[in-house]
C-alpha cells in the first residue's frame, strides 16, 4: 500500500504560479509511475502529468503543456507539480497518484493509490 499526501494548493491571479507537492510513504516499490490529475465540478478527472520513478521519464496533457513540470525527489520520496501561466480553466482540485508498474498513462483508470487532493483556485 501507498499513501499519498498532496499539499501546495491555493489561490491565484491568472498569470501566476504555484508548486504542488506529494509525499509518498509505504510500499515504494509499488510506486513505479506517479501521476497528477484534477478534476473540476461538473468534468471528468483528467490527466496532467506523469512521471516513471525509475527513468524520470514524463509525459503531459496538451492543456499544460509548456506551462506545467512535473519532478521527483527521490531523497524526500516527494513528487512535485510546478505550474506556471495558469489560467482559470485550471482550476479544480489536483490529485496525486500512484502506480505499482510503470505507464506513461494520463488515464485516471490505470492508477492504484490515491492522494486526498488539494485545491487550485486562479481567478481571472
Known amino acids: 500500500q501507498v499513501h499519498l499526501v498532496e499539499s501546495g494548493g491555493g489561490s491565484v491571479q491568472a498569470g501566476g504560479s504555484l508548486r504542488l507537492s506529494c509525499a509518498a510513504s509505504?510500499?515504494?516499490?509499488?510506486?513505479?509511475?506517479m501521476a497528477w490529475f484534477r478534476q473540476a465540478p461538473g468534468k471528468e478527472r483528467e490527466g496532467v502529468a506523469v512521471i516513471l520513478i525509475g527513468s524520470g521519464g514524463t509525459r503531459y496533457a496538451d492543456s499544460v503543456k509548456g506551462r506545467f513540470s512535473i519532478s521527483v525527489d527521490n531523497a524526500k520520496n516527494t513528487v512535485y507539480l510546478e505550474m506556471n501561466s495558469l489560467k482559470p480553466e485550471d482550476t479544480a482540485m489536483y490529485y496525486c497518484?500512484?502506480?505499482?508498474?510503470?505507464?506513461?498513462?494520463?488515464?485516471?483508470?490505470?492508477?492504484?493509490?490515491w492522494g486526498q487532493g488539494t485545491q487550485v483556485t486562479v481567478s481571472s
Open positions: 497518484a500512484a502506480k505499482g508498474l510503470a505507464t506513461m498513462s494520463l488515464m485516471a483508470y490505470n492508477y492504484n493509490y
Open positions: 509505504g510500499d515504494l516499490k509499488s510506486r513505479k509511475s
